[in-house]
Each structure stands twice: as C-alpha cells, then as structure tokens.
Nanobody, 122 residues
Framework: VQLQASGGGLVQHGDSLRLSCVLS????????FGWFRQAPGKEREFVAL????????TYRDSVKGRFTISRDNARDTAYLQMNSLKPVDTATYYC????????????????WGQGTLVTVSS
C-alpha cells in the first residue's frame, strides 16, 4: 500500500497550489482521506477531510474559504486546492487514508503519505 503526495513548492503570499495524493494497493473508494500539516517545531495538525463518497468535507477554521479538498475516484487521487496562501500555511503537508473513520484525528488514519513541503514567502 502506498500513498504518494505531490504538488508542494515555494510560492508567494496570495498564490495557489494544488496538492495531489494517489493511493495504490487498495481500493481508493473504500477510504476517506485527510490532509494534515506540520510546521517546523510544531505538532501535526488537521487541515481537511473528505468522506468516501465525496459528499462531506470538513476543514480547520483557518483554511475555510481558501482550501478545498476533493477526490477523483476514477483516478484514485485526492486533492487539496490551496488558494490565497499565507506564510502561516508553510508546512509539510501529509495525506492520509482511513478505512473506517471520517475523522480530524490523526490516529484514526491507516496509511500516510511521505509529505510534500509547501513554503509561502511573504
């Protein structure tokens, strides 16, 4: 089983990025997906989640209205569209897959990607 996250990079304040997360080795449609992030010296925090059918999404307050999580079951890929990026969004972003839960808690996820670094300059 592998989760492959990609799409990070160095951008300026106000720019956009789209992160992608591809699941291989399991049936993509059986899993809910979450995005988490960890800034240097800080704990990992929840960013967004999407349920199996794509009908429910949840976001942390600080990204509401700027970030959008989505999924394409035909491509086995989950996305995180990030608009109006701010320096405080700088972090390594991780995608995760959960077979049972739609949760903002990291310990409810079964598989994790390797992380992709997002750096937002001021």
């Amino acid at each position: 089983v592998q989760l492959q996250a990609s799409g990070g990079g160095l951008v300026q304040h106000g720019d956009s990025l789209r992160l992608s997360c591809v699941l291989s080795g399991r049936s993509f449609g059986d899993y809910a997906f979450g995005w988490f992030r960890q800034a240097p010296g800080k704990e990992r925090e929840f960013v967004a989640l999407i349920n199996r059918s794509g009908t429910r999404t949840t976001y942390r307050d600080s990204v509401k209205g700027r970030f959008t999580i989505s999924r394409d079951n035909a491509r086995d890929t989950a996305y995180l569209q990030m608009n109006s990026l701010k320096p405080v969004d700088t972090a390594t972003y991780y995608c995760a897959a959960s077979y049972i839960f739609d949760s903002s808690h990291a310990d409810k996820y079964d598989y994790w990607g390797q992380g992709t670094l997002v750096t937002v300059s001021s």
